[in-house]
């Protein structure tokens, strides 16, 4: 009896210890054009052992000894089996895996305006979100060459200072929040400045949200919010380092030397690098250089001005499965050139010159399944530079010019930021979110008045109900306190997503928006030879409401085969609209001023339809915005109510990818169809009568085709064309408006059709 207990025994250690001994098998998986695959699902068939790829595509995974199928798995790939056979003590390594890829699509998982990282299905926002696949394909030198194909969003360029402005459903830039991680960026006036003077290479993704978002990120985000979200360093269970470069030349139409500074010249460098205890650290360098476009103008000066910008960024960090925080530093340098004519061999130049320098600190802190933290700060502080010199053309000496007013102006401006949001599951049914946010801005310059300071106070909640498994009911709510203006003291919103079926949902909203006035808008005191502009420090913030709805529906949904089209509407309407009037006194006619204007509106839909077949991917959209027509309620000059209430403006987008696998090339279309922009404006006729006219800026095509190339595993070579149509300028009827860079006559647009070549070079271990 003693004899076979112990045999028990012995033979129950020998099973033990067989089943107890381990081994690791290990590999890396690529995509069909031989890149690093990274965040796919490695799994033994028939256990509950799996892991992911991390950014190099590799994968580790222990496991007791014995004989598996390794099981890998991506939505938007065949399944791929591989038989292993895991040894004690020692890594099986297998042979690269090469995914095959499918029409079915990665599913996207959006981070603006959630209560966490969210799927796009289930978000309760509409999100359109364009990913660093889509931006590389692009190769553009900076967000907006990836922007201006989106459907809704149009620009606008102010030749005098070199800025562009950015419009989302029928509102100008204003009211567009620009967010670069979730944390609101400077810019020194209405215009978006912002927009272009982001690295692109540091971008991971863009996430557009369209309608007010003002009770989670206030003030500015009545036409929505575009947030612009940085590459990170994952958590990892070994060591991993990458560097990278990119270079790439372009022209500027038919304009182009590399060695006289003519076309555009792009170069970036960037290393990352992460330790298996989850400390991680980054840093890259661009430069982009445009020599400009001479155009018509002949001699020195150029329609399009050059420019030249340094950008450089750095990261450190710690991250593990609960706590993830991280600084990040970004700095901006960038000069605008505008070179006078010479007279009697003198020349009078200007530079613009901007310098951006944002401090960033960010947690994310899950304490438990229930509850997680979320906080941010950051510290910019913005510079524009007005330097005006002569220029002696025969000796090449150079003076400060004193003469012209301005000319050696300087603005600065600061902004210190803190947010901070809690999220908590009461239940199954209801979520929580609290949160809190100080921000407090500063300014100084010769044309602004007594270098003022505004400090905004706000908390806010929403909750996330779901009171049965197919809706998702979101109301929330902000509160203000301004120290300078009178905020709206509410600021409510209601968001609803219901799964009509699991192919079918829709989304309902209505939020209320605000805008506070700008610095500028309060305190400007602009007066030269060209301009008489004055702030007005009794502004009231702008506020709107706004109703949003759209359907969603996955059509099909098959192996090879997947389609999905999106209709949707919305209708604003705007209160206390700040815009910039002349004076009414006849003596003082070119004296302008900034006021609340009482209501204006905008209305619209847009249809997009998404198709993926085999390697195939093929978008098309059209939308129809409604602007409102400023005198159609205007007594003095259409008495018998005959203007129409809005002018309407079509746009039509499409995008075309095809990946040629054996041959490791990805092909792109790019095209859009901006339909004309009618405005009723107001006209004094030869005999002093006034009249309202309709004027319109012309619609116009672009295209650009861009052939991507994997040259074996670390370099891929990029090249194309762009604006295929050669539009250059577009005919414009609506008459000069007398504002300080406003122009009538035709609008330039672009420097014709341009060609491009880069290269990129991307190492990992």
Do not use: C
Not at 730 to 758: E, P, R
């Amino acid at each position: 009896m003693l004899r076979g207990s112990i045999l028990s025994i012995f033979l129950s250690v020998i099973v033990s210890l067989s089943f107890a001994q381990q081994g690791t098998v290990a590999g890396k998986i690529v995509t069909s054009d031989s890149q690093p695959a990274k965040a796919i699902s490695v799994l033994l068939k028939g256990t509950k052992l799996g892991t992911i790829t991390d950014e190099s595509g590799y994968f580790s995974l222990k496991a007791p000894v014995g004989s598996y199928a390794l099981i890998v798995q991506a939505s938007n790939s065949e399944e791929v089996s591989v038989p292993i056979i895991i040894s004690g003590d020692i890594v099986t390594t297998v042979a690269t895996i090469q995914l095959t890829q499918t029409a079915k699509q990665l599913p996207e998982v959006v981070v603006t305006g959630q209560y966490g990282a969210q799927s796009l299905k289930n978000s309760v926002y509409k999100v359109r979100s364009i990913g660093r696949e889509l931006i590389q394909m692009r190769n553009a030198t900076d967000l907006t060459g990836v922007l201006n194909n989106e459907l809704g969003i149009r620009f606008s360029t102010d030749y005098a200072l070199g800025e562009t402005d950015i419009y989302v459903m029928g509102m100008s830039g204003q009211n567009v929040k620009i967010l670069l991680d979730g944390v609101p960026l400077v810019d020194r006036g209405s215009i978006r400045q912002s927009l272009s003077q982001v690295d692109i290479n540091s971008i991971e993704k863009v996430e557009i949200v369209e309608g007010p978002m003002s009770v989670m990120y206030g003030t500015d985000a009545l036409a929505g919010v575009i947030n612009i979200i940085t590459k990170k360093n994952a958590a990892k269970q070994k060591n991993t380092y990458n560097i990278g470069a990119r270079i790439q030349e372009e022209t500027a139409g038919s304009e182009y030397n590399p060695f006289q500074k003519k076309g555009l010249h792009n170069q970036n460098i960037h290393a990352g690098w992460t330790h298996k205890s989850g400390i991680n650290a980054g840093a890259g360098v661009t430069r982009n250089n445009f020599g400009g476009w001479q155009g018509t103008k002949t001699g020195r000066q150029k329609d399009w001005r050059p420019k030249d910008q340094f950008f450089a960024n750095g990261t450190v960090g710690y991250r593990n499965q609960k706590f993830n925080t991280w600084y990040r530093f970004d700095l901006l340098d960038e000069t605008i050139w505008s070179e006078g004519t010479v007279v009697s061999n003198m020349a009078t130049d200007q530079e613009f010159i901007t310098r951006r320098l944002t401090h960033t600190v960010q947690a994310d802190w899950l304490l438990n399944e229930k509850l997680s933290f979320n906080s941010s700060f950051s510290y910019q502080d913005y510079q524009r530079r007005t330097r005006t010199t002569d220029l002696d053309v025969l000796t090449g000496k150079r003076t400060l010019n004193t003469r012209v007013e301005g000319g050696q102006d300087i603005s600065e401006f600061s902004t210190i930021f803190f947010r901070g949001t809690a999220q908590y599951k009461m239940s199954p049914i209801v979520s929580f979110q609290p949160g809190i946010e100080i921000k407090s801005d500063q300014t100084n310059g010769p044309r602004i008045k007594n270098a003022p300071t505004i400090t905004d106070y706000s908390l806010f909640a929403s909750a996330e109900i779901k009171p049965v498994s197919f809706i998702n009911i979101r109301p929330g709510a902000r509160f203000s306190k301004n120290s300078v203006y009178d905020a709206p003291p509410v600021i409510p919103s209601l968001n609803t997503k219901i799964a009509l079926n699991k192919k079918t949902d829709l989304r309902l909203s209505y939020g209320r928006g605000f805008r506070a006035p700008a610095l500028r808008e309060l305190y400007f005191d602009f007066h030269d030879a060209n301009h008489s502009i004055n702030g007005n420090p009794d502004l009231k913030a702008e506020y709107s409401n706004s109703f949003t709805g759209s359907l969603t529906v996955q059509a099909v949904e098959k192996q090879q085969l997947k389609f999905n089209t999106s209709l949707s509407g919305f209708y604003n309407h705007f209160k206390n609209r700040i815009d910039i009037a002349r004076n009414v006194d006849p003596a003082n006619p070119n004296e302008y001023y900034y006021i609340n204007v009482y209501q204006y509106k905008t209305t619209g839909g847009t249809l997009e339809n998404s198709l993926y077949w085999k390697k195939l991917q093929l978008t098309l959209g059209l939308s129809y915005i409604g602007r409102y027509n400023d005198y159609f309620e205007d007594a003095t000059y259409d008495s018998n109510k005959s203007l129409p209430q809005f002018v309407w403006s079509p746009e039509v987008n499409s995008n075309i990818l095809y990946q040629i696998d054996k041959a490791g090339v990805k092909l792109g279309l790019f095209y859009k169809y901006t339909g004309k922009m009618p405005q009723y404006q107001v006209v004094t006729t030869g005999n002093g009568q006034q009249s309202v006219v309709l004027g319109t800026v012309a619609g116009f095509h672009t295209a650009d085709f861009t052939v991507s190339k994997s040259i074996r595993r670390y370099v891929t070579i990029n090249t194309g064309a762009k604006n295929i149509f050669n539009v250059k300028r577009i005919n414009n009827t609506i008459q000069d408006t007398g504002g300080a860079h406003s122009s009538g006559g035709d609008v330039l647009k672009s420097y014709g059709t341009s060609f491009f070549l880069g290269l990129a070079f991307n190492w990992n271990k």
